[in-house]
């Protein structure tokens, strides 16, 4: 999330959850962090599959997803990165109404 700081079309990272590792084997007093969870940025539209089961999406300029969408894709594989779980419920709107991926 850190390489697509500041990048349109990809959700930004608002903070990392870690705690100490509680299957570490060693006794030293180094602890080890596990990453628990990342917080992400609110985004207030919620998400695609919100959207399409609510029944919404006339509600919306929604022909500008597809675009949006791919545009972060494409970020996403000049960075040889993958998503990997593309689908609705992973597709958030921002305020306007733009597909944030």
């Not at 628990?36 to 207030?44: A, F, M, T, V």
């Not at 539209?45 to 919306?60: D, W, Y």
């Not at 949006?68 to 689908?87: E, S, V």
């Amino acid at each position: 999330l850190e390489q697509f700081k500041g990048v349109a079309g990809i959700v930004q990272p608002a903070g990392i959850a870690v705690f100490a590792n509680p299957y570490a084997t060693s006794q030293n007093r180094v602890k080890q962090m596990v990453v628990s969870g990342i917080l992400l940025e609110y985004y207030s539209g919620g998400s695609l599959q919100r959207v399409l089961n609510e029944k919404r999406v006339r509600e919306i300029d929604w022909e500008r997803w597809a675009v949006q969408i791919g545009n972060a894709l494409d970020n996403f594989h000049r960075a040889k990165k993958t998503h990997m779980d593309i689908k609705p419920s992973n597709v958030v709107l921002d305020d306007d109404g733009n597909a944030v991926l």
